[in-house]
């Protein structure tokens, strides 16, 4: 495994503008969002399991992460997203998904979906890739703006 490879990704996926929007309006610290990526992504890119301590050195941070703090950080990911998997549950549970107050929030997944899947599709060689790209782009920065104002409380439900 390259650990600067997956250093690499990790850095182009925490910098990207619509990662940067999810992740500040996240239960997720920044070093909790890296610790969960290499938790459950560094052995895709390493075809083998990896032990904690291997895990803790890819962290981006110069500084030498020990395995302790590597767990702990990233038992704290963990538990902030099972508690946002239960807050989706709950607002679930109580009826709140049918309130037209969420409608914009279900179009922001709807055009994340888009994207995801226009983005996946542009390897493959089409006829026009100038279009696909123009395509993406557009659609990223409608993302980037929607984002940002459902993250100002006075534009949410909340």
């Given at each position: 495994m390259q650990k600067n490879n997956v250093q690499l990704w990790l850095k182009n996926s925490l910098e990207d503008p619509i990662v940067k929007i999810l992740a500040k309006n996240s239960h997720l610290t920044k070093t909790q969002l890296e610790t969960l990526l290499i938790d459950i992504l560094a052995e895709n890119f390493s075809g083998k399991p990896l032990k904690y301590d291997e895990k803790a050195r890819l962290r981006l941070t110069k500084a030498k992460i020990s395995r302790g703090a590597f767990n702990r950080t990233l038992r704290q990911a963990q538990k902030n997203v099972i508690?946002?998997?239960?807050?989706?549950?709950?607002?679930?549970?109580?009826?709140?998904?049918?309130?037209?107050?969420?409608?914009?929030?279900?179009?922001?997944?709807?055009?994340?979906?888009?994207?995801?899947?226009?983005?996946?599709?542009?390897?493959?060689?089409?006829?026009?890739?100038?279009e696909q790209i123009r395509f993406l782009k557009l659609l990223r920065e409608e993302l980037e703006n929607s984002l940002k104002k459902l993250s100002n409380p006075s534009e949410g439900f909340m």
């Open positions: 508690k946002a998997v239960y807050t989706v549950l709950l607002l679930g549970y109580l009826g709140i998904f049918e309130s037209p107050t969420l409608d914009q929030y279900i179009e922001i997944a709807n055009k994340l979906q888009e994207y995801i899947d226009a983005y996946k599709s542009l390897p493959n060689k089409t006829e026009r890739p100038e």
